[in-house]
């Protein structure tokens, strides 16, 4: 009976937890940094400077997008090709991708 109990307690944990890391903004908002970051691409856009693209999201207004390269290249830190939203304190969060759109890293 407590093996089972146990057993059952375990898996709430791990279900919940899983659910919750799904329905946190910043899954979200890597997604939708995805997904811009492909429209984008599919335009044409030129990612060779690192720019931002989502500055900030319009589902996520406290995270921006920003292509960089990967491993980060000088480009990258110029402020020119970084989000404006994130430098100003606007934006708290920042989604990074490559300019294949592979995610990078998120704060």
Do not use: W
Request: with cysteine.
């Amino acid at each position: 009976m407590q093996k089972t109990i146990f057993s059952v307690l375990i898996l709430l944990l791990f279900f919940g937890c899983i659910q919750s890391s799904v329905d946190s903004p910043g899954f979200g908002a890597v997604q939708d940094c995805v997904d811009l970051c492909k429209a984008e691409l599919f335009k044409g856009t030129d990612f060779s400077s690192g720019p931002c693209i989502g500055n900030p999201l319009i589902e996520y207004p406290d995270f921006v997008c920003d292509i960089a390269h990967n491993p980060r290249q000088e480009i990258d830190n110029q402020p020119e090709n970084q989000c404006s939203f994130f430098r100003e304190g606007k934006a708290k969060h920042f989604v990074e991708l490559d300019g294949s759109c592979n995610f990078i890293q998120d704060y």
